[in-house]
């Protein structure tokens, strides 16, 4: 019997058993079970115990987590049972088998050391049967049985050697024994005395339980339906998530949060971004990690942790090592790197910060906008970043989308820093002026805060949706021309023209840096070609019209690959090719630019301008013929509005002076105009051949031709003053180029003199002039075609 066990013939009153403190396990009553036992005091417990009646006291300890427990960290109602079996493991751990024998109260501890011994007070139940108690049991019992069928981890045998228990008390210490509770809830029934109370409780219990477990079967079922064989990996992540939806509770990883964690304090954000960034971590610790709202949190949290919010590579502040750079990477350039230089020079000087400056490079392509911003990053020792703007016409490219956007990321400005590692690159922003806006916003507008140096220390993108600091970062900006670029945005640029590369610096630049360079990419050496000075100076002027150099690479590259494909096909035969004007067909053909003769045109009507488009400058022929009519005004050669307003203000002032130029009044009534710029196919626009076109209608009218080898650029106003022109450079380039000996530029247009090469000075004679007065007297023959030898207000450079 239990009760001979437990008296051993002593008084019970007097009865002291050893006392092994359990953690996160409830014994109950009649209960077998094995147990591991490591700690010191509870293994001296069990010796204490084995040595006496194998009798001991097993009792719960409030915290799981204490490993040396006191009296006060010991429940005080534990079952007392009996060792069975006690087996020595070889890491000194004792596995024992216990008998629960019956519930019993601590009456007090009469030793602490080396173990727990403890007095106890036996605990008499009533387990008389009545209505209520039976209902009690075949209630609980029915819960029991249900609890069962629907949790798989309870054998089905169990059902029946439950049901043979004609003892309340029993019946609830035996369920309690097989259903997986909370440590406190086991330890509330087992400390519960009366059991139609401990039966009470566990049908609350078990009720509980079982609806949980409907609530999950439902789940299960819902889950499984929706998952497709592809999915069928996810079925226990997505089951869990449906389970936590439903009870109203989050899981989080907690390996991936604290690295989250670690990563975003390690950032070095501004406060409200970290902030933010910590409060977003918290969300997502709360969510299903499969779920798609923490895909898009986890996807936000790495740009943060990306973006270099205090990442800065440190600046090369040595003047003439920069300028070393920079020359050896580009030919002339010399504003552009001046003003590099000049930056560099005042950042060294001042100790405080130093506004980084915003430069525009507007020039025509190929000139090497974009390659001297590469080079500024280089002599800087700075990381460097591009972003094409060309075609872009969305604000978010620039701002980003706001989160609620599936698909949703930063713009391309914050894009971009990540890429470059560092919060002070050198940012190119190429094209700019190929910027459209249409519905979906203006984003040139948005870039005004990304160049102000006002505000972009505080540059907000929409999706990050914290501030970030703009103002380390060098932004330069390429154009070709300045008309597609809005004047707020202009007013926050420094804009540096780089003009088109005269006939001599594509020759230099061609020896210095593009020959060598192919040639080491079509694997040849100085022993295979020699690339002479005519040669190159003959490619630039017959094989290539532009203003930049990169048509003159493509033809020194198709040279390179035909003296390869020689080289390759006959190598014991193939000697050193020397590049010269007079072999040039044998590897480009026939020229393919014929510049226009300017010394035989000095027919009566017809006049020489200057013209400059994106590409770089050209000579252009002006032709008027009057024939009889009834004064009508014919305009073709595809000339765009401007051109056309010219040409109506050049016939208005033609009109006007016609007794002061010896024009009969009545011929204008009687003829029609025609007035015609070759070439047809070619769009032509602007106001400076204003001054062209005059001197081809007086001449066309008085019979007096235009003089040979002078060309002329100027805009015209209805009383004959001459306004000034841009791209002098340009024009004068391709008046030289052409043949032409002397041109006609308006008096404004001195401040630039200085500024042209000087063999465009030398080669070239300039008239300045002021009204159209002074144009005639230098442009016009005498009806008889002898030039007369008039005094000319002009400049010949020396």
């Not at 008085?702 to 009383?719: C, F, N, S, Y």
């Amino acid at each position: 019997m239990a009760e001979d066990k437990i008296t051993g013939g002593e008084d019970k009153k007097d009865k002291k058993v050893p006392l092994l403190a359990l953690r996160d396990l409830v014994i109950f009553p009649n209960m077998v079970i094995p147990l591991f036992v490591g700690r010191e005091k509870s293994i001296k417990a069990l010796e204490a115990a084995m040595e006496k009646d194998r009798i001991i006291l097993l009792v719960a300890q409030r915290d799981a987590r204490t490993d040396d427990p006191g009296k006060g960290d010991i429940y005080e109602t534990g079952t007392l049972s009996e060792i069975l079996q006690i087996l020595k493991l070889p890491d000194g751990a004792i596995r024992v088998l216990v008998e629960g024998l019956t519930r019993v109260k601590i009456k007090e501890y009469t030793m602490d050391e080396p173990f727990f011994e403890v007095q106890i007070e036996d605990v008499t139940e009533d387990n008389t049967m009545n209505k209520e108690t039976e209902a009690l049991m075949r209630l609980t019992l029915e819960e029991f049985q249900k609890h069962v069928k629907m949790n798989k981890k309870i054998p089905p045998e169990t059902i029946m050697s439950v049901a043979d228990i004609e003892s309340p008390g029993r019946l609830a210490d035996v369920m309690s024994a097989h259903i997986a509770l909370k440590h406190e809830e086991k330890q509330d029934i087992l400390n519960t005395l009366d059991p139609a109370q401990r039966l009470h409780k566990l049908s609350v219990i078990l009720k509980r339980e079982n609806e949980i477990l409907e609530i999950e079967k439902k789940i299960q079922g819902k889950v499984k339906s929706q998952l497709e064989k592809s999915q069928r990996e996810y079925y226990l992540s997505e089951q869990l998530k449906a389970i936590q939806k439903e009870l109203g509770k989050g899981d989080s990883s907690y390996n991936e949060t604290e690295e989250l964690k670690e990563k975003i304090i390690k950032a070095g954000m501004p406060k409200d971004a970290e902030e933010k960034a910590l409060k977003e971590l918290d969300r997502l610790e709360k969510m299903m990690p499969m779920s798609a709202e923490a895909t898009v949190i986890r996807t936000y949290l790495d740009w943060l942790i990306g973006i270099p919010w205090k990442t800065k590579t440190k600046e090369k502040l040595d003047i003439k090592e920069v300028q070393k750079i920079l020359d050896e990477d580009h030919y002339g350039l010399e504003k552009p790197k001046e003003r590099i230089v000049e930056y560099l020079a005042v950042k060294k000087n001042v100790k405080d910060r130093v506004h980084e400056p915003i430069i525009c490079f507007v020039g025509p392509p190929g000139v090497g906008k974009t390659s001297l911003a590469r080079s500024i990053a280089r002599a800087q020792g700075r990381n460097f970043v591009r972003v094409s703007l060309g075609g872009v016409r969305d604000e978010a490219e620039i701002r980003g989308h706001r989160r609620t956007y599936i698909g949703a990321m930063p713009g391309r400005i914050l894009q971009s820093i990540r890429k470059a590692k560092s919060r002070n690159p050198v940012f190119l922003l190429d094209e700019i002026d190929k910027m459209s806006s249409d519905f979906r916003g203006d984003p040139a507008a948005a870039m005004l805060e990304v160049l102000d140096p006002e505000q972009n220390n505080t540059f907000m993108d929409h999706y990050l949706d914290t501030e970030f600091d703009l103002s380390d970062v060098m932004f330069i900006t390429t154009a070709n021309t300045l008309y597609g670029i809005p004047l707020p945005l202009q007013d926050r640029m420094e804009v540096i023209e780089i003009n088109s590369y005269t006939a001599i610096e594509k020759t230099k630049i061609a020896e210095k840096y593009l020959v060598p360079k192919q040639m080491k990419q079509h694997g040849l050496t100085d022993k295979d070609a020699d690339f002479t000075e005519e040669g190159l100076k003959f490619i630039v002027l017959n094989h290539t019209r532009e203003a930049g150099v990169r048509n003159l690479e493509r033809e020194i590259k198709t040279v390179c690959r035909k003296i390869a494909k020689e080289k390759v096909s006959d190598p014991k035969k193939f000697k050193k090719i020397k590049i010269a004007p007079d072999n040039m067909q044998k590897f480009l053909g026939a020229p393919k630019f014929l510049d226009v003769p300017t010394k035989n045109v000095n027919d009566v009507g017809i006049s020489t301008g200057l013209a400059w488009t994106e590409f770089g400058g050209d000579v252009l022929i002006i032709e008027v013929s009057v024939v009889k009519g009834k004064g009508g005004l014919m305009l073709t050669g595809k000339l765009g509005d401007v051109m056309k307003e010219s040409a109506q203000a050049a016939l208005s002032f033609t009109r006007s002076r016609a007794k002061h130029l010896g024009i009969k009044e009545e011929i204008f009534g009687k003829s029609d105009i025609h007035v015609h710029v070759p070439e047809g196919a070619i769009p032509k626009d602007g106001p400076s051949a204003g001054i062209t076109m005059a001197t081809a209608l007086i001449s066309a009218f008085t019979g007096r031709p235009v003089k040979q080898d002078l060309a002329m650029t100027g805009e015209i106003t209805l009383r004959g003053r001459v306004l000034p022109i841009g791209g002098l450079k340009e024009k004068t380039l391709a008046a030289l180029r052409n043949g032409v000996k002397e041109v006609i530029v308006p008096d404004y247009n001195k401040k630039d003199y200085d500024e042209l090469p000087v063999y465009v000075k030398e080669g070239l004679k300039f008239h300045f002039v002021r009204t159209m007065d002074d144009v005639i007297k230098l442009a016009l023959e005498p009806k008889s075609g002898a030039g007369g030898k008039k005094k000319k207000t002009s400049k010949k450079a020396k």
